[in-house]
């Protein structure tokens, strides 16, 4: 992890999903914020190459 300035993100989901992932986590050993964090990284990797070669091809800049 970087020294970068840390922000909070408020998210909404079923509260049967958090308690299930609470506990997933908790059994793991890992935090809940450690598994979202993985998470968001891998989707906007995946997302920002898939952006860069669909804008290519649309012509933009």
């Not at 909404?12 to 999903?17: D, G, I, V």
């Not at 979202?36 to 012509?59: I, M, P, Y």
């Amino acid at each position: 992890m970087t020294d970068e300035k840390q922000v909070t993100y408020k998210m909404f989901l079923p509260e049967s999903m958090r308690a299930r992932f609470k506990s997933i986590c908790a059994l793991k050993g890992v935090s809940m914020n450690e598994v979202l964090l993985e998470l968001v990284e891998t989707w906007v990797t995946e997302n920002e190459v898939h952006s860069s070669q669909t804008d290519k091809g649309k012509g933009a800049a």
